[in-house]
C-alpha cells in the first residue's frame, strides 16, 4: 500500500521532467541548425529578435511547467501524508476502542466469577451450619439419654437404700413391738405403694417430656431438611424461567404448586397475582416444563406431605440471573 502511494506521485513528476526536457532540447537543436545554415565565409550576423524571444518564452514556459510538476508532486505528497496520518489516527481510535471493550469484557468475567464464588462460599457457610446443627442435635440427644439413664440408676439406688432402711426398721420395731409390726409393715406397704405410684408417675411424664422433646427435635430436623431442598427447587424451575420483556424489579408473584409423591408436578397456579399477566405466565410454565423433581423422593414421606405435597413459591424478576 505504502509502495503504490509513493508510485503515482513519482510518475507524474518523472513524466513532467521528461516533457521539460525534450521542450528544451528542442529549443537547443533549433537553436544549433540556424547556427549551423550560417556560412562560414560571411562574417555578418543577423540577429532574430523572434527567435530569441520564442526561445526565451519556451525556457520560461519549461521553468514554469517544471515548477508546476514540482508543485503538484508536493501537494500529492502532502495529501498522501494527511490521508496516511488520519488512516493512522483512526486505526489508533479503533485499537483504543478495542481495549476499552476487552477491559470491559474482563471486568464484568471478574464481577461474575466473584458472584460465583460469593454463592459457593454461602453454601459452604449454609452445609458447615446444617452440619453444626446435625451434631448438635446429636449431642443433645445423647446427653438427655445419659441424663435419664443416670436419674434412673439414681432412683433406683435411692430406692434400693430406702427399701433396706425400712427393712431395717421394721425388722428392729417388730423386736421391739411385734404387736404393731402387722400395723407398721401395713404402712410401710401402702407408702411403698404410693412411692412407686409415684415414681411411676414421675417416669411416665418424664418420658412424655422426652417423647415430646423428641417429636419437637424430628419435626424440626425435617424442616429443615426441607428448606434445604427448596434451592433445589427453585434452581430446577428457574432453567425453564425466562424473563419476560414486561418484567419489572419489585414484582411478585406467589404461585401454588401441588407435587405427586414421585416428585412430579401436579398442578401449578397463582395464588397471588404479580399484576402482569405474562410474568405470571411464564412462572407457571416454568415450573410446568420442569415437570418433576427427583431430589425430593428421597425425602422421608411425612417431612414430603408436610412441606411439598401442596406449597407455595414467590418468584421476582431480580431472581433470574438471565
Do not use: C
Not at 476502542?97 to 453454601?123: L, S, T
Not at 431395717?168 to 423386736?175: D, H, L, P
Amino acid at each position: 500500500m505504502k509502495l503504490n502511494s509513493y508510485l503515482l506521485p513519482a510518475l507524474l513528476a518523472l513524466l513532467l521532467h521528461g516533457v521539460v526536457f525534450f521542450i528544451l532540447a528542442d529549443v537547443w537543436f533549433e537553436s544549433d541548425k540556424e547556427t549551423r545554415r550560417v556560412p562560414r565565409h560571411v562574417n555578418a550576423q543577423v540577429v532574430d529578435l523572434k527567435s530569441i524571444t520564442t526561445n526565451a518564452d519556451r525556457k520560461r514556459e519549461a521553468a514554469a511547467a517544471k515548477k508546476r510538476a514540482d508543485d503538484q508532486a508536493k501537494r500529492k505528497a502532502q495529501a498522501e501524508q494527511k490521508r496516511k496520518k488520519a488512516a493512522a489516527e483512526k486505526e489508533r481510535q479503533k485499537e483504543v476502542a478495542r481495549k476499552k471493550a476487552a477491559e470491559k469484557k474482563r471486568k464484568q468475567e471478574v464481577a461474575k466469577k466473584a458472584a460465583a464464588e460469593k454463592k459457593r462460599k454461602q453454601e459452604v457457610a449454609r452445609k458447615k451450619a446444617e452440619d453444626e446443627k446435625r451434631k448438635a442435635d446429636a449431642k443433645r440427644k445423647k446427653e438427655l439419654a445419659a441424663k435419664k439413664a443416670a436419674e434412673k440408676k439414681l432412683a433406683e439406688k435411692k430406692a434400693a437404700e430406702e427399701k433396706a432402711r425400712q427393712k431395717a426398721e421394721a425388722e428392729r420395731k417388730r423386736k421391739a413391738q411385734e404387736k404393731l409390726a402387722a400395723e407398721k409393715r401395713k404402712k410401710a406397704e401402702a407408702e411403698e405403694r404410693r412411692r412407686a405410684e409415684a415414681e411411676k408417675a414421675r417416669q411416665s411424664a418424664l418420658a412424655s417430656a422426652l417423647e415430646e422433646e423428641e417429636a419437637e427435635l424430628a419435626a424440626e430436623e425435617g424442616r429443615q431438611t426441607a428448606i434445604s431442598y427448596e434451592a433445589y427447587v427453585r434452581e430446577q424451575i428457574s432453567r425453564y424461567w425466562r424473563r419476560s420483556p414486561s418484567a419489572r424489579n419489585g414484582m411478585v408473584v406467589e404461585l401454588s404448586i401441588h407435587l405427586l409423591p414421585s416428585g412430579e408436578v401436579d398442578d401449578a397456579y397463582v395464588s397471588k397475582s404479580s399484576g402482569d399477566d405474562r410474568f405470571d405466565r411464564d412462572a407457571v410454565r416454568a415450573v410446568m416444563k420442569a415437570s418433576s423433581f427427583p431430589e425430593l423422593r428421597k425425602l422421608d414421606p411425612v417431612v414430603f406431605d408436610r412441606y411439598y405435597r401442596k406449597f407455595t413459591m414467590v418468584f421476582r424478576p431480580e431472581d433470574l440471573r438471565r
